[in-house]
């Protein structure tokens, strides 16, 4: 969940994720709202199942790069025949978020 650039409220997405290393890695494109939430504000909450976890998006020094890690990680836990290539298509952003302990 992300808050509202403008409204403030709540927003809340389904996406799939892989979980590596303390973060949580996202893939999308740089229109959605709650990317473009997390622009003006890098805190959200991610809801799994009943667990709710406070996470703090980072920035990302070579996006190319970590989008081609994002889809290996996808690949990995969703299957290959799941997760083609145009996940690394031009447009693609991948987001990590580092779960706060």
Same mark, same amino acid.
């Given at each position: 969940?992300?808050? *509202?650039?403008? #409204? *403030?409220?709540?927003? !809340?997405? #389904? ?12 893939? #999308? ?9 997390? *622009? ?8 799994? *199942? #009943?667990? !709710? ?27 290959? !025949? ?20």
């Amino acid at each position: 969940m992300t808050r *509202g650039r403008k #409204t *403030g409220r709540l927003h !809340e997405a #389904t996406t799939w994720f892989a979980y590596e290393d303390g973060a949580v890695w996202l893939r #999308t494109d740089r229109t959605t709202d709650w990317h473009r939430n997390l *622009g003006d504000d890098p805190r959200c909450r991610i809801r799994l *199942g #009943t667990i !709710e976890l406070a996470a703090t998006s980072e920035p990302i020094a070579d996006a190319a790069a970590a989008l081609r890690h994002v889809v290996d990680l996808f690949r990995a836990k969703y299957g290959a !025949e799941w997760v083609s290539d145009w996940y690394v298509e031009r447009g693609r952003t991948p987001v990590r978020l580092r779960l706060e302990r």
